[in-house]
């Protein structure tokens, strides 16, 4: 159980990555995930279609349909691009497969907490209070998506900037464009042997971003930003836990291991300290943790049985 | 979820000035309407182009004579990854599939008999038909652009060619004639500002095709 989904998120970035690379090979006008499709269907990067729109004032139907495309499987699937499509989570994963445990929780990477043995996490030095991480990067976890959430300030700029400016600048910088600027660079490289300064440009600014910024995805992604605030209509798909089975609610034992296996501070026993639900990326990490198995993400919330969010306070 | 702090608005207002500096920065440098960049059909209005495009790379894919290329971040930050023609590796004609799959309308409406790509110019320190007979791109060209004058020299006629770029994929220069370095053809499609720039169709070298 443990990893699985893990290894399934792998999967599906490196499935996105050899898409792109078919529609290289051969004449499918696949794309890349700034605007991907078969022939007139296609999703657009909503972020990079709102700078598009902003930037020539105009909106083709293409971009319309593309945008509307995109809200509609936001609204169905949430955040799922950030854990299961980005390549960013791929690169850090690639690069940096390892992460001290001090690293781990500050970082609170997907792949480290929800790969971490269970003993070790039960047997942890780290005091609770501070592995709960009630606030994070300076604002509380329940905080997040709002006003004070650095991602929606980068989120503003980046508007703001291309209206200013009349081109989408932050498309220049996007880790998600660059990436695959940076394998279509390698990839013409090998079949042109066509050598340029992008070669070298692109993979630098990638490493920036990734590795040294890491903390990029919960601080400074304005495409993370964009998707959590439609998000925030998602009802599908959300985490629940069965009352009965969980430890937690049904009073058997103190256990908070999907709270400390989530990426993104959601704890599901604690609305209070809890990120909103928007912000969940349906990774699948809290139901990996679980030891009972009591997490499912069920299409609809199930009228009986499962709360989404127990109403029981905080105990220290 | 919290109102508008102070701290957001500070953290909201840095945000924008290093975007909004970076971008302008950018700009500044690269950001330039004339360019010598070959654009795919319906891509030739610069500005335009640098509005809309999302460096998407449906265009470059979808392309079934490979002609579409990226521009690098040799040829300017702000312009790397959008779509250019690269005649080394195909000619157009004109199929529409590109402008059908950009989302963004970045590559728009184009009509080969009256929109241009660009313009060919004939360079006579390459072309072969200075030094011996060859007459591949008269016999090429689809749009019958391209005639041979009484020296047998490839003379263009700029009010009937588009720009489609298959003389300059086809002209063997580089093949039949000694290596004289570069990459440069004897017949090479320019960019509609530069042809403006020119003001006629074949020069005697590649200084006078970049003056």
Known sequence: ?316 | MTGCTRRSFVGFCTASAVLAGFGGAVKAADGASDTDILRPPGGQFEPAMLATCLKCDRCLSICHTGVISLAKVDDGFMKARTPTMDFHKGGCDFCGDCQKVCPVGALGAFDPAHNRLGTAIVQKDRCVAYFNGCTECREACPFNAISLDDAGHPVVDSSVCNGCGVCENICPALVYRSFAGGTRRGIVVASPSRFEKLGKTAVEDESEMMA
């Open chain 1, 1 to 316: 159980m443990k990893g699985k989904s893990r290894l399934l998120r792998t999967l599906t970035a490196l499935a996105v990555v050899a898409a792109v690379c078919l529609g290289l090979a051969v004449h499918t006008g696949t794309g890349t995930p700034s605007a991907w499709g078969i022939q007139d269907v296609a999703a657009i990067c909503p972020l990079g279609a709102l700078e598009s729109a902003l930037a020539s004032k105009t909106i083709v139907p293409p971009l319309f349909l593309g945008f509307a495309f995109v809200a509609v499987l936001t609204l169905v699937f949430g955040r799922a691009f950030c854990a299961w499509g980005c390549p960013v989570p791929l690169l850090r994963r690639i690069f940096k497969p390892k992460v001290s445990d001090a690293e781990a929780v500050e970082t609170s990477c997907v792949d480290e907490c929800a790969s971490a043995p269970v003993e070790d996490s039960s047997a942890s030095p780290l005091p609770s209070s501070k592995k709960r991480k009630v606030f994070w990067q300076g604002v509380p976890a329940a905080e997040r998506g709002g006003l004070g959430d650095s991602r929606n300030w980068v989120l503003g700029g980046t508007i703001v900037s291309t209206a200013l400016l009349g081109f989408p600048v932050f498309c220049l910088i996007c880790p998600v464009g660059l990436t695959f600027a940076t394998l279509i660079a390698i990839w013409r490289l090998f079949q042109f042997a066509e050598t340029s300064l992008s070669l070298l440009v692109f993979p630098l600014i990638l490493v920036l971003e990734v590795l040294v910024l890491r903390k990029w995805c919960h601080r400074f992604c304005p495409l993370g930003a964009l998707l959590s605030l439609i998000s925030r209509g998602n009802r599908t798909l959300r985490p629940q836990s069965d009352t009965e089975m969980c430890l937690h609610t049904a009073g058997k034992a103190e256990c908070r291991r999907c709270a400390d296996a989530c990426p993104e501070q959601i704890d599901l026993h604690d609305s209070v300290v809890s990120a909103p639900m928007s912000e969940c990326t349906k990774c699948r990490a809290c139901a990996d943790a679980c030891p009972m198995g009591a997490i499912s993400f069920p299409l609809l919330k199930a009228k009986k049985k499962t709360v989404p969010v127990a109403s029981e306070p905080e105990k220290d």
